[in-house]
């Protein structure tokens, strides 16, 4: 599939005694970069060939909601195409769709999924595949309208696919849990189990009105480790951060721990000033032995990147979890 990733990463700067720190030199993807762009965000990023490949939500000046292809080397300078991804039949000819946004993207088996929040008569999640990023191939939604933060797992569960989703409504949704469901064939979806809902105000008060799955989960030897959006409404308007669940490795329905701090929430510029201030969306996750780096949207206008040690992360949300 590929060669040797050399994950992008930076070390902890002196001093710091966050369990995840941001990248000195965010946002890593500004609003203009390509230029149709009003503001590139909430992006999914994988290994692929020698380098790096992603699919970018780029809103435009229209303010209309599209994913983009890209490229990188080293997984921080990114070539993104100019035009949107133009999708073929794949195991469905209904291919239209009035928006496409907040991408994932993941490996398993032979090829490349991808899911994004589609639009159909409301949000709901789409599904496709590529080889190579450059020819994509549309399936079947996969819920009916109204649903977001569609993820997928990076390999079968039981024998099935599995996919995180958050069952919402046609506007911003003020509510909010994480289900899973499960697919024998990326077609049809059913066995639909609750994950996680928002804790109780004022248990962990940043995650108190809805939560949402953010990059691929990633199996480690205590579980799936899922980073996760958690939302708070305040006087102000919502207020997104980030924190981490994990999930049993057999049966990911069932939260072993999850995190009463948040790993990461907006304190920076770039994160409290936008499109939508006060934003941390977490979409994507490069890891390499015990290192991660988490790709997030910034105030839903910039790409930024934060890092950390796999095994200080699970051991902050065994030690600071409200289970």
């Known amino acids: ?12 700067p002196a001093g710091c005694a966050d369990v995840m720190w941001r990248y000195s030199k965010n946002p890593v993807i500004d609003r203009y970069h390509i230029p149709s762009s009003n503001s590139i ?24 909601m599209n994913i983009f292809a890209g490229f990188s080397k080293d997984g921080i300078h990114w070539d993104i195409e100019h035009e949107p991804i133009k999708f073929k039949a794949g195991n469905t000819d209904m291919i239209e769709s009035e928006y496409k946004y907040d991408p994932r993207v993941t490996w398993i088996e032979d090829r490349y999924w991808i899911t994004w929040c589609n639009g159909y ?18 399936c079947e939604n996969a819920l009916l309208p109204f649903n977001r933060n569609g993820v997928l797992f990076p390999q079968k569960i039981n024998g099935k696919y599995a996919l995180l989703s958050r069952p919402s409504d046609s506007g911003h949704t003020p509510f909010g849990d994480i ?18 809902s928002p804790t ?18 990633i199996l480690t030897d205590e579980g799936w480790l899922m980073f996760y959006h958690g939302v708070i409404t305040t006087c102000n308007g919502f207020r997104y951060s980030m924190g981490a669940a994990i999930l049993d490795r057999e049966d990911p329905s069932k939260v072993l721990y999850r995190t009463q701090p948040y790993l990461l929430a907006p304190a920076m510029p770039y994160e409290m000033q936008g499109d939508v201030p006060n934003v941390i969306f ?9 290192r991660v780096a ?25 030690k600071n979890s409200t289970i």
């Open 1 to 12: 599939m590929t060669k040797k990733m050399v994950m992008p990463w930076e070390d902890r």
């Open 41 to 64: 965000f909430n992006s999914a990023v994988v290994p692929f060939e020698d380098g790096f490949a992603g699919v970018f939500r780029c809103d435009n000046k229209a303010v209309q």
């Open 121 to 138: 008569y409301g949000p709901t999640i789409g599904v496709g595949y590529t080889f190579d990023f450059k020819e994509f191939f549309q």
């Open 179 to 196: 289900y899973i469901s499960y697919s024998p064939d990326m077609k049809f979806w059913g066995e639909h189990r609750h994950v996680l």
């Open 200 to 217: 109780p105000f004022p248990v962990s008060a940043w995650q108190c009105t809805k939560v949402g799955a953010g990059p691929i989960p």
């Open 282 to 290: 977490p979409c994507a996750a490069l890891h390499d032995e015990d």
């Open 294 to 318: 988490v790709y997030y949207g910034a105030a839903d206008t910039v790409v930024g990147m934060a890092f950390g040690y796999i095994s200080e992360i699970i051991e902050f949300t065994k």
